[in-house]
């Protein structure tokens, strides 16, 4: 069964993608389980940077970009989700450095009334012979660009 996802709202900064969550997804008490929000939240971050032209898909990549590693990876939770169907993934960056990002997102119901959960996910671009960190490519820096959260005006 599939759920037709509506098209997410605006944001300031960053993205929403809409994601669904599926009665496999849901734990013996009925809410999503734990480990499903970081599944959740890496489809939501590959439906992004893949309708950009990062992907990797039939194997292959389409960009060095694909390559990387997550390095920290923090969530706190706020309320169950407690059902199937939609749920809003709101993620941003707060640092996109030489080799490395730092997204910050957000799980909230579609109209954002309600925070399901929150954190932070840091990641680090790697060469894939030699599985050091190396710098992100121009392409990568670009669709980067659109995600990074502002920094704030001083008052």
Do not use: K, Q
């Given at each position: 069964m599939s759920h037709a996802l509506a098209a997410p709202a605006a944001v300031e900064?960053?993205?929403?993608?809409?994601?669904?969550?599926?009665?496999?997804?849901?734990?013996?008490?009925?809410?999503?389980?734990?480990?499903r929000y970081v599944v959740l939240l890496e489809r939501a971050l590959t439906a992004y940077w893949a309708e950009r032209g990062v992907s990797y898909q039939g194997g292959q990549r389409s960009a060095p970009d694909t390559f990387h590693a997550v390095r920290e990876f923090t969530i706190t939770y706020r309320a169950p989700i407690a059902a199937t169907g939609p749920v809003a993934v709101h993620f941003w960056l707060e640092h996109f450095g030489t080799s490395s990002a730092e997204y910050a997102y957000r799980f909230s119901s579609l109209d954002g009334s309600i925070v399901h959960a929150e954190g932070r996910r840091a990641i680090v671009r790697l060469d894939p012979a030699t599985l050091r960190s190396t710098p992100w490519t121009e392409t990568g820096r670009a669709v980067a660009a659109n995600l990074l959260r502002p920094a704030p005006t001083p008052a």
């Open positions: 900064y960053g993205h929403i993608e809409h994601v669904s969550v599926y009665f496999d997804d849901l734990d013996a008490f009925g809410i999503l389980h734990n480990s």
